[in-house]
């Protein structure tokens, strides 16, 4: 099984994901997505929806559990700082260490 490390909880990264698991079966791939935020991917388009409705759920491209549901590690809260291609692992900011296959950066324009 390849592993694959995206980093990035936005829009872009939420539909990578969303489309890996609809070409892909679970046991092909295992994916863990690190989103710096502590929420999950929003409408970013829409934010200023957020100010008249006071929902963020309203906003989120698909809940928490949807990436429970597709066997998608969903790691927030967790900004990566160093990409060792090397040796191909990733550290975030509180020195969390995972390993990858492959490695998607999907961190906004």
């Not at 928490?64 to 975030?92: A, F, M, P």
């Amino acid at each position: 099984m390849e592993k694959i490390i995206v980093i990035g909880n936005g829009m872009v990264g939420y539909k990578f994901c969303e489309k890996l698991r609809a070409k892909a079966s679970k046991e092909q791939f295992s994916i863990k997505v690190f989103g710096e935020e502590p929420n999950v991917a929003y409408d970013r388009v829409h934010l200023s929806e957020y100010f008249s409705n006071q929902s963020v759920s309203d906003l989120e491209m698909a809940p928490r559990n949807w990436y429970v549901e597709n066997d998608i590690e969903l790691i927030t809260g967790e900004l990566i700082v160093n990409i060792d291609r090397e040796n191909k692992k990733v550290t975030s900011h509180t020195g969390l260490e995972e390993s990858y296959d492959k490695l998607v950066l999907a961190t906004g324009s």
